[in-house]
């Protein structure tokens, strides 16, 4: 059964940081896409930042260039966005999810394609 587990959100003051660590289990394949997606209530849910786990090629959304980084630990099978320079509007539940056996792509931010999703965590910024 594979498990995705988010951490590390909070509420920060705008300009501050976070580090978002999203553990998963229950799969061996090291190549996979494992990407963050955010989603405000009563908005769709959108894809912020992706890494193909095997060589590590990264996709970002425009709205977060320069200022997200995605990472990943493949020894604790952990992969992790480091969100700097926090704006208001970067309030949201934030969610891990995993494509497995299979690159990123141009399709990195589409939410169908992800089978595997953790159970969000919380990240509130104030101006």
């Known amino acids: 059964q594979v498990h995705l587990v988010e951490s590390g959100g909070g509420s920060v003051q705008a300009g501050g940081s976070l580090r978002l660590a999203c553990a998963a289990s229950?799969?061996?394949?090291?190549?996979?896409?494992v990407a963050w997606f955010r989603q405000v209530s009563g908005k769709e849910r959108e894809g912020v930042a992706a890494i193909y786990t095997d060589g590590g090629s990264e996709y970002y959304d425009d709205s977060v260039k320069g200022r997200f980084t995605i990472s990943q630990n493949n020894v604790n099978h952990t992969v992790y966005l480091q969100v700097n320079s926090l704006k208001p509007e970067d309030t949201a539940m934030y969610y891990c999810?995993?494509?497995?056996?299979?690159?990123?792509?141009?399709?990195?931010?589409?939410?169908?394609?992800?089978?595997?999703w953790g159970q969000g965590t919380q990240v509130t910024v104030s101006s």
């Open positions: 229950g799969y061996t394949s090291s190549r996979n896409c």
């Open positions: 999810a995993a494509d497995l056996d299979v690159v990123c792509g141009p399709t990195w931010s589409s939410t169908w394609r992800f089978n595997y």
